[in-house]
């Protein structure tokens, strides 16, 4: 039996913890006169024997208990086809970069395939008695122990992408990092990466003349790519059967410049709104989609482009609330009285006939009627209540919309 993190052995000193307190909790037996004792001699004695019997079973679950809890932190394993470093043996790290970008292709195919089928490669030019660590840049747990050939290729197959984007820097820190102090740290590191710049920082790699770094790098094709950033709506506050403008901004990662690039937004799965766009090598482009929004209650729309291979990045989701009407509570100094501003307010909203506006005084609010409100606005209030304020902090937390006006 191995460990993959055997330092939390060092917490089996702790076992000292259930002694001590089985020697600080031992009882000590009460004086009682008695003319005769020679009927309650054995007695006593089988009784004391007992006691000292379960004080003795309680210290030993204690300490198996704590043992227990330390050994599974300590991850203990049992190897594999390959049972232990013979002579002669090698350890040998592998990293798989398994980022989006690894989706692009070449002229040989996919990359994180050629990445995958050259790591096999690599494993099976190997004793069959070496060892290996196989990584991807999930950096799980079952990574950091060392492996079979056999189970090393295994690995190396169910290798996909994701969306964890390692430096490399971080990643040379991390392959054979836990087994440093095991005495079984790999002596070679392989990496096959598309040396995508964001991950490239040989700076930061640190010095170890000990092992030997090879990187395999494996690029693609054309390195354009679409890449969806952003978007947002020219108004706040979506209502039904309103015109809507959205605004969408895409980016051209490629050294070509693209015309005709196709953009389609979905409003709940039905297509609503199609352009085109044209974007020069290397920037960055805001266009404008149309549409009306004729759906009630919790809304939700898709923009996409088609880049293949690249998929990730070629979708932006976005969900709102839209309402056929919207609530409006004004609150005022002096409902009885109302100052300029609160007619130049009122007449803002008494002009829009999908507006409700609701008046009321800074004493005399409805506290129960906040929660049903899409907009609160406060104006012109020099002392606002506390139970006031309770209440519009708990309103703007659950999503509401406030507007202050100060006095």
Same mark, same amino acid.
């Given at each position: 039996?191995?460990?993959?993190?055997?330092?939390?052995?060092?917490?089996?000193?702790?076992?000292?913890?259930?002694?001590?307190?089985?020697?600080?909790?031992?009882?000590?037996?009460?004086?009682?006169?008695?003319?005769?004792?020679?009927?309650?001699?054995?007695?006593?004695?089988?009784?004391?024997?007992?006691?000292?019997?379960?004080?003795?079973?309680?210290?030993?679950?204690?300490?198996?208990?704590?043992?227990?809890?330390?050994?599974?932190?300590?991850?203990?394993?049992?190897?594999?086809?390959?049972?232990?470093?013979?002579?002669?043996?090698?350890?040998?790290?592998?990293?798989?970069?398994?980022?989006?970008?690894?989706?692009?292709?070449?002229?040989?195919?996919?990359?994180?395939?050629?990445?995958?089928?050259?790591?096999?490669?690599?494993?099976?030019?190997?004793?069959?008695?070496?060892?290996?660590?196989?990584?991807?840049?999930?950096?799980?747990?079952?990574?950091?122990?060392?492996?079979?050939?056999?189970?090393?290729?295994?690995?190396?197959?169910?290798?996909?992408?994701?969306?964890?984007?390692?430096?490399?820097?971080?990643?040379?820190?991390?392959?054979?990092?836990?087994?440093?102090?095991?005495?079984?740290?790999?002596?070679? +590191?392989?990496?096959?990466?598309?040396? &995508?710049? =964001?991950?490239? #920082?040989?700076?930061?790699? @640190?010095?170890? *003349?000990?092992?030997?770094?090879?990187?395999?790098?494996?690029?693609?094709?054309?390195?354009?790519?679409?890449?969806?950033?952003?978007?947002?709506?020219?108004?706040?506050?979506?209502?039904?059967?309103?015109?809507?403008?959205?605004?969408?901004?895409?980016?051209?990662?490629?050294?070509?410049?693209?015309?005709?690039?196709?953009?389609?937004?979905?409003?709940?799965?039905?297509?609503?709104?199609?352009?085109?766009?044209?974007?020069?090598?290397?920037?960055?482009?805001?266009?404008?989609?149309?549409?009306?929004?004729?759906?009630?209650?919790?809304?939700?729309?898709?923009?996409?482009?088609?880049?293949?291979?690249?998929?990730?990045?070629?979708?932006?989701?976005?969900?709102?609330?839209?309402?056929?009407?919207?609530?409006?509570? +004004?609150?005022?100094?002096?409902?009885? &009285?109302? =100052?300029?501003? #609160?007619?130049?307010?009122? @007449?803002?909203? *008494?002009?829009?006939?999908?507006?409700?506006?609701?008046?009321?005084?800074?004493?005399?609010?409805?506290?129960?009627?906040?929660?049903?409100?899409?907009?609160?606005?406060?104006?012109?209030?020099?002392?606002?209540?506390?139970?006031?304020?309770?209440?519009?902090?708990?309103?703007?937390?659950?999503?509401?919309?406030?507007?202050?006006?100060?006095?």
């Amino acid at each position: 039996m191995a460990f993959a993190t055997p330092g939390f052995l060092w917490a089996l000193t702790a076992l000292a913890i259930p002694i001590l307190i089985h020697l600080f909790q031992l009882r000590r037996f009460k004086r009682l006169d008695f003319p005769n004792v020679h009927l309650l001699k054995d007695l006593s004695e089988r009784s004391r024997a007992r006691r000292k019997l379960r004080h003795l079973a309680v210290l030993l679950a204690r300490c198996a208990a704590l043992a227990f809890l330390v050994l599974a932190f300590a991850r203990p394993y049992l190897p594999g086809r390959d049972p232990g470093p013979a002579d002669g043996a090698r350890t040998i790290a592998l990293y798989i970069d398994n980022s989006f970008s690894m989706d692009g292709e070449n002229a040989n195919g996919r990359l994180l395939d050629q990445a995958r089928a050259m790591a096999s490669d690599v494993i099976s030019t190997y004793d069959p008695k070496d060892r290996f660590q196989v990584m991807d840049g999930t950096f799980e747990g079952r990574q950091q122990l060392l492996l079979g050939q056999e189970d090393a290729l295994d690995a190396a197959s169910q290798v996909v992408t994701g969306p964890q984007v390692r430096p490399l820097s971080q990643v040379i820190t991390r392959m054979g990092g836990t087994l440093a102090g095991s005495g079984e740290a790999p002596e070679r +590191l392989v990496i096959f990466t598309d040396l &995508q710049r =964001s991950i490239t #920082d040989p700076d930061q790699w @640190a010095t170890d *003349t000990t092992r030997e770094v090879t990187l395999v790098p494996i690029t693609p094709q054309d390195r354009g790519n679409l890449s969806l950033d952003t978007a947002w709506f020219s108004t706040p506050v979506r209502r039904t059967l309103q015109q809507e403008t959205l605004h969408v901004g895409i980016t051209n990662h490629g050294d070509h410049d693209l015309v005709g690039v196709p953009i389609r937004f979905t409003l709940n799965g039905a297509e609503r709104a199609v352009a085109t766009v044209s974007l020069p090598a290397g920037s960055r482009v805001d266009t404008t989609l149309f549409f009306r929004n004729d759906a009630v209650g919790p809304t939700y729309g898709v923009v996409s482009i088609m880049d293949a291979p690249i998929r990730f990045d070629d979708e932006l989701v976005l969900a709102w609330q839209t309402s056929s009407t919207m609530d409006v509570l +004004l609150i005022t100094e002096n409902e009885a &009285q109302p =100052s300029a501003s #609160d007619r130049a307010i009122e @007449a803002v909203f *008494t002009a829009d006939s999908l507006t409700r506006l609701i008046r009321s005084a800074s004493r005399n609010v409805d506290l129960t009627r906040l929660p049903g409100v899409d907009l609160v606005v406060l104006n012109g209030i020099k002392d606002i209540p506390s139970g006031l304020t309770t209440a519009l902090a708990s309103f703007v937390e659950a999503g509401g919309s406030l507007a202050l006006f100060p006095a």
